[in-house]
């Protein structure tokens, strides 16, 4: 079974940054593309960024473009996303996902693994 691992989630104060990691663990998952997504409360579970696993090629929710990056590091089987210039409208917990097979980036439905989420706060 493949599961996924979240870390570096915290409080941080506006304006600052985190770096979340997703981390793979358990048998071989053939990954099309990983994705953040964020759930605040009372709120749906909304696309942040996504990744093709294979060429690179990166995706980004207009209200994190310039703030956040999103990465991967292919012999580590893990993903990362940078986020600067944190703000209140930020505080969510952040989930990670695995694609298997092309599909629609933005859309939750398309992701087969997720992890447990991280919960990230930032205080104004």
């Known amino acids: 079974q493949v599961q996924l691992v979240e870390s570096g989630g915290g409080l941080v104060q506006a304006g600052g940054s985190l770096r979340l990691s997703c981390a793979t663990s358990?048998?071989?998952?053939?990954?099309?593309?990983m994705g953040w997504f964020r759930q605040a409360p009372g709120k749906e579970r909304d696309f942040v960024a996504a990744?093709?696993?294979?060429?690179?090629?990166?995706y980004y929710a207009e209200s994190v473009k310039g703030r956040f990056i999103i990465s991967r590091d292919y012999a580590k089987i893990t993903v990362y996303l940078q986020m600067n210039s944190l703000k209140p409208e930020d505080t969510a917990v952040y989930y990670c996902?695995?694609?298997?097979?092309?599909?629609?980036?933005?859309?939750?439905?398309?992701?087969?693994?997720w992890g447990r989420g991280t919960q990230v706060t930032v205080s104004s």
């Open positions: 358990g048998r071989t998952f053939s990954r099309y593309a």
């Open positions: 990744v093709n696993w294979n060429y690179g090629s990166t």
């Open positions: 996902a695995a694609m298997s097979r092309s599909g629609n980036y933005f859309e939750a439905y398309q992701f087969d693994v």
